[in-house]
């Protein structure tokens, strides 16, 4: 049974910065892609950055220069630094996954961890 589990989250004041981190726990063959999304009250769910095998990272415009996205393949854990935080940063951010699990098919399933809230205010 796979798993992501997400840690870091919590609040912040306007130019600060946290890191969230998720691994990923189970049995599968490979991890093609982790990322990070996040999600407001009444708003679609909206990438916020990505990162796949052999692949430049890319993010959500709002974001650039500010956050940074990085894997530890050997942990299986992604990670997303924050920095200058603003309010509208403030939503629940949820890992997400796209994992192989067998070495002769091109088959991938997502997953998603349970959410971790991100709440920047004074």
């Known amino acids: 049974q796979v798993q992501l589990a997400e840690s870091g989250g919590g609040l912040v004041q306007p130019g600060g910065s946290l890191r969230l981190s998720c691994v990923a726990s189970?049995?599968?063959?490979?991890?093609?892609?982790m990322g990070w999304y996040r999600q407001v009250p009444g708003k679609e769910r909206e990438l916020v950055a990505r990162?796949?095998?052999?692949?430049?990272?890319n993010y959500t415009d709002p974001v650039k220069g500010r956050f940074t996205i990085s894997r530890d393949n050997a942990k299986n854990t992604v990670y997303l630094q924050m920095t200058s935080l603003k309010p509208e940063d403030t939503a629940v951010y949820y890992c997400y996954a796209l994992l192989k699990f067998l070495p002769w098919s091109s088959d991938t399933r997502e997953y998603w961890g349970q959410g971790t809230q991100v709440i920047v205010s004074s």
């Open positions: 189970g049995s599968f063959f490979r991890i093609n892609a």
């Open positions: 990162i796949s095998s052999g692949v430049m990272p």
